[in-house]
């Protein structure tokens, strides 16, 4: 039973498991693991606790994880709380839990020491993390949020935790040029999936983080018969990748074709991947409505 299930999904190892698990699987101890909250800017998570190793995903300040163990080398083996994944991060990157009151917007926000521009910043936030917000104070004219942790950024990057976007499909197009990168999830670099999780959650629809999982679950299946089936917000998929309908046969994606998150012609696209191991679309599904 153990070899069925999802690594990327379930705190499952030989040798360890979440306390959730006993009685259903195999394992030789058992843990109830323990809550923390990611207190750097943004943290690689991996599926061995190797640092050569490639990154499955990426997680961001203020998101919640469930440690499940901690070893004296300096890893954790635990699940982002998210999009549930699973594996091994830097244990320095855990803190203690802070309810979180906004998180950031623009693409990305710089921390500094205090209300001031010109100090050093402390660190450089993404679209997407998330910070606690005690106080907020004016310095030559520009407001400045005070976290929890004696910082502050510009208080206009950020939105209440809450906030929905009308058109995710519009912060998609906010990232256009930003780098691909592979288990990328930050608007530093990131892979296609990624693209489509941060921009969906600016509107509120929460995405599992994998290509394969969202051809899977995300939204409802639709036909693919051509470009003109499709609407704006539409999610078209390959083995292996996924793109945005951004309009009229055009579609918007992190590919590792020009390295980029960037427009392309539809039908161009759908002669090009057919060409390579990608092959044909695989499946389309729509998730909630986009305006034009």
């Not at 979440?18 to 923390?36: K, T, W």
């Not at 599926?47 to 050569?52: A, F, K």
Request: aromatic share 8%; glycine share 10%.
């Amino acid at each position: 039973m153990n070899d069925s299930i999802d690594r990327r999904r379930h705190p499952v190892r030989p040798e360890l498991a979440a306390l959730d698990y006993e009685g259903r699987i195999e394992a030789a101890r058992f843990v109830e693991g323990e809550v923390f909250q990611i207190t750097t800017d943004r943290i690689a998570i991996r599926p061995e606790p190797r640092p050569d190793r490639s990154i499955d995903t990426e997680a961001l300040r203020g998101e919640w994880v469930t440690v499940y163990e901690q070893t004296p080398e300096g890893w954790a083996w635990g699940q982002l709380d998210t999009d549930g994944y699973v594996g091994w991060f830097s244990s320095d990157c855990l803190g203690p839990v802070v309810a979180s009151t906004h998180r950031v917007r623009a693409l990305r926000t710089y921390r500094y020491p205090g209300p001031d521009l010109k100090l050093p910043p402390l660190g450089l936030l993404s679209l997407g993390s998330k910070v606690t917000v005690t106080g907020e104070v004016e310095t030559r004219g520009l407001k400045y949020a005070l976290l929890s942790d004696g910082s502050a950024v510009v208080a206009k990057h950020l939105v209440p935790v809450d906030a929905q976007e009308k058109d995710w499909v519009s912060v998609a197009e906010e990232l256009i040029g930003t780098p691909y990168l592979w288990g990328g999830r930050s608007s530093l670099g990131l892979d296609c999936s990624a693209l489509v999780q941060l921009a969906a959650q600016t509107a509120g629809i929460d995405l599992p983080r994998d290509s394969d999982m969202q051809e899977a679950e995300a939204g409802e299946e639709i036909p693919h018969d051509g470009p003109a089936s499709l609407q704006r917000g539409d999610l078209l998929f390959w083995k292996g990748h996924v793109g945005i309908i951004a309009g009229k046969n055009r579609l918007l994606h992190a590919n590792g074709y020009t390295m980029t998150v960037a427009y392309e012609q539809l039908d161009q696209a759908i002669e090009r991947i057919a060409a390579t191991e990608w092959g044909a679309i695989t499946k389309a599904r729509r998730l909630a409505a986009s305006s034009d």
